[in-house]
């Protein structure tokens, strides 16, 4: 049980598009997801908590107009990476609190290049 | 916020041995939870094992168990019979309330676990 998805798991596109990354929880309703990056070697980064039907809430130093949020149902929460630029090249990584509130499930990852 | 600390960035293992993994915190709460992920080379972060800090059993899960000093903020994770699968990165993370009904991970910067054959 408490497993999440992501999708795609690698993308390479060029600067100035965006990107869309999917998270969702299988087999429980996640009403709070959060959004990782991860650099190489690096330990894990918070960029923000997200809640279903509501707006999320950003780490200090992460652009909410960059990194757009939006966790529109109980399994599913996107992250939308808007005119990404090479410097946004790095591993992104979602997690949803899985049942009884405690503990995060994370899903695989997604290896972005921008080109 | 809360800090994690992983003193060790690199631990090797042989097979079948046991090795210890350290991790200490900072924190004025009484009631907190603490946990192991590991970060095997797909990058996929998996639960090995928590503890809430109001139970004083250690938490065990297997081949895995913790020495859980609550005075000390320390936590390390213990890992028996070592196996070749259990190279990884392992991360020590503290969970930490963040506001409203939310609470967010703090996670140290891991150390790379080698177990050799």
């Known amino acids: 049980g408490a497993v999440v998805s992501q999708h795609p798991s690698w993308v390479i596109c060029k600067s100035g598009t965006s990107v869309k990354i999917e998270c969702r929880s299988l087999d429980f309703q996640a009403t709070t997801m959060f959004w990782y990056r991860q650099f190489p070697k690096q330990s894990l980064m918070l960029m923000a908590t997200?809640?279903?039907?509501?707006?999320?809430?950003?780490e200090q130093g992460v652009e909410k107009d960059k990194f757009l949020i939006n966790h529109a149902s109980l399994t599913l929460s996107t992250l939308t990476v808007t005119s990404a630029h090479p410097e946004d090249s790095s591993f992104y990584i979602c997690?949803?609190?899985?049942?009884?509130?405690?503990?995060?499930?994370f899903g695989p990852g997604t290896r972005l290049l921008v080109l | 916020a809360q800090t994690v600390t992983q003193s060790q960035p690199e631990m090797s293992v042989q097979e079948a041995e046991t090795v210890t993994l350290s991790c200490t915190y900072d924190t004025s709460e009484s009631d907190y939870y603490l946990f192991w992920y590991k970060q095997p080379p797909s990058r996929q972060m998996i639960l090995v094992i928590r503890q809430e800090a109001y139970k004083q059993q250690n938490a065990t899960e297997n081949r895995f168990s913790v020495n859980f000093q609550k005075a000390a903020k320390s936590f390390s994770l213990k890992i028996s019979d070592s196996q070749l699968g259990d190279a990884a990165m392992y991360f020590c993370a503290y969970r930490e309330y963040s506001g409203g009904s939310n609470y967010k991970l703090t996670f140290g910067k891991g150390t790379l676990l080698t177990v050799n054959p």
């Open positions: 997690s949803a609190r899985g049942p009884g509130g405690e503990t995060q499930y």
């Open positions: 997200s809640n279903e039907g509501s707006k999320a809430t950003y």
